[in-house]
């Protein structure tokens, strides 16, 4: 009966969320439904396949754990600098961490990229796509790099057909990026989840990477759901020629680069958000929260949870409708979605490091909702990719400006619909991230 129940719920979940991208689809008569209905079976089976075949589950973790060691290997380059600082202060640690593996990470993608690699398995996958979603090659390869790589560098895989490209190909191009995470900040949740344990980070890191590759067909499926394919496509798929690195140690040095001005705007990023959101809850909290009276209503029907009628509270029940729609218990809905709302509103990187905070201080322990949050927030469909996006590959192709523009919006949607549909798949399969 439970078995049943949680199936009953998943459907329902994934009925509403394809009607949320139905309602913004800008062609409702052009839908190809027999493209969704194959996106989410590939879905289905890779998921499958992914949690619960034993030799591809083992080799997932292999991959997860070799990450693993990457974070320790990082961790020993940044020794070299830092010293025994982290240990020494204790809040200088997660600084350390979470940036030095940002770079380290960024070298090593680009090692990986210029010894072809990185392009070997990515090609695989964009070949599984193009075959059983009948896509263009353009848009395939794209979805197949956003598995590994970030939103911001996918588009460099196909910069050579992006003047080509139809609305429907920017707007899948977009949606792809939205719906997964980069390479680099996945070594950063795996350690911010795992709380310092290696098992327990090998085992979110395997969730993290299962993540990325079911969020890849479900970013194709909301994508056609909101813009059809019209034209006829070019399907065969074929890496560029043009070599990105001069030589190895231009790989390293170019990746070293990147990774340190993207850990200098993640470090940023997280002061602003954080200090702005301790901004919005105390204005909301003090100014209407104390003079109503409401706060202590909050504190008392969350159980503590909540401390206040303020913006975390706000979102939180802004967002609780998509936490259900997910399968979220009941006790856990508010407090899923505030983490929802903020990954929407700020970035993944906000919502996650609070996520590991509620986890491990135990205001998040159903296990359930962790599994579910634990895929629902590994993307980047946050508002401020809509600009990332459309400034970085309009810089790529400057024709295709308006498109960026005109999709931006329904693309964010589509990449948060598409992590969700993840999550509902995995939750449903495996019920217990343990």
């Known amino acids: 009966m439970d078995t049943l129940l949680t199936l009953l719920r998943a459907l329902i979940g994934i009925i509403g969320l394809l009607a949320l991208c139905w309602w913004v689809s800008e062609d409702r008569k052009r839908i ?63 600084a350390w961490t979470v940036l030095s593996a940002i770079v380290f990470f960024s070298a090593f993608s680009a090692i990986l990229y210029h010894l072809r690699i990185l392009q070997v398995i990515v090609f695989a996958f964009a070949w ?37 490209m139809t609305r429907s190909e920017i707007n899948s191009l977009m949606t792809g990026g939205m719906a997964t995470i980069a390479g680099g900040v996945l070594a950063i949740y795996m350690s911010a989840l795992g709380g310092g344990d290696e098992a327990s980070i090998i085992a979110f890191g395997k969730h993290l990477l299962t993540a990325s590759i079911l969020s890849a067909p479900a970013a194709m499926i909301a994508a056609k ?70 706060n202590g209503w909050v504190a008392s029907v969350t159980d503590g949870k909540f401390s206040a009628f303020d913006f975390s509270f706000l979102i939180g029940v802004l967002s609780a409708p998509f936490a259900w729609l997910l399968g979220v218990p009941n006790g856990d809905l508010l407090i899923v979605g505030q983490l929802l709302g903020e990954r929407l509103v700020f970035n993944e990187l906000f919502a996650y490091l609070h996520f590991a905070e509620l986890k491990n201080s135990g205001a998040i322990t159903d296990g359930k909702s962790i599994l579910i949050l634990t895929y629902a927030l590994c993307g980047f469909a946050n508002i401020a ?32 619909v598409a992590c969700y549909l993840t999550a509902i798949m995995a939750s449903t399969i495996q019920s217990s991230i343990y």
């Open 32 to 94: 190809n439904w027999k493209l969704v209905g194959s996106g989410l079976a590939l879905q289905l089976l890779l998921g499958l396949a992914l949690l619960k075949v034993s030799f591809v589950h083992d080799a997932v973790a292999g991959v997860s754990a070799f990450f693993s060691r990457l974070i320790g290997f990082s961790d020993d380059g940044a020794t070299m600098i830092f010293g025994t600082m982290p240990s020494d202060v204790p809040l200088f640690g997660m």
């Open 128 to 164: 599984m796509l193009s075959k059983t979603l009948k896509l263009s090659g353009a848009e395939c390869l794209a979805a197949a790099a956003n598995v590994f790589i970030g939103q911001t560098e996918a588009p460099l895989v196909i910069k050579p057909y992006l003047r080509g």
């Open 225 to 294: 759901i909101i813009a059809p394919q019209t034209e006829s496509v070019d399907g065969q798929v074929a890496f560029p020629k043009e070599k990105e690195y001069d030589g190895l140690l231009d790989a390293a040095t170019r990746g070293t680069s990147d990774g340190l001005k993207l850990a200098l705007n993640v470090g940023a990023m997280l002061i602003a958000f954080t200090g702005l959101v301790a901004l919005l809850n105390y204005v909301i909290g003090s100014w209407i929260g104390d003079w109503t009276g409401l």
């Open 385 to 416: 990719s809509i600009g990332i996006q459309v400034g970085g590959i309009s810089a790529l192709e400057k024709s295709q400006r308006p498109n960026l523009l005109r999709y931006g919006f329904r693309a964010l949607v589509g990449g948060m």
